[in-house]
């Protein structure tokens, strides 16, 4: 079975950070690129960013500066550091592959607070 499992949420204060990982078992995403996507209540899911099987990254015009995304084939491991956390922002994030045998994991809740 191919599963995606999210960890790293929680509640922080606006300004903290957070630091995200998603771990993929069950197969390989070496040669996919892969991202993170966030939902808020009432909003439809978005792309926050990405990165490619070569490193290439693209970030939401929303974060960029303040998020990095990495990847760690050895482990099969992607991450997602938040930094200078906002409260729109908040959502729960869920990582990706860019491939049709990787389906969604069950997300990570993030909620900052003002």
């Known amino acids: 079975q191919v599963t995606l499992v999210e960890s790293g949420g929680g509640l922080v204060q606006a300004g903290g950070s957070l630091r995200l990982s998603c771990v993929g078992s069950g197969s390989t995403f070496s040669a996919n690129a892969i991202g993170w996507y966030r939902q808020a209540p009432g909003k439809q899911r978005e792309l926050v960013a990405r990165i490619s099987s070569l490193g290439t990254t693209k970030y939401a015009d929303s974060v960029k500066g303040r998020f990095t995304i990495s990847r760690d084939n050895a482990k099969n491991t992607m991450y997602l550091q938040m930094n200078s956390l906002k409260p729109e922002d908040t959502a729960v994030y869920y990582c990706?592959?860019?491939?049709?045998?990787w389906g969604w994991g069950q997300g990570t809740q993030v909620t900052v607070s003002s």
């Open positions: 990706n592959v860019e491939s049709p045998r």
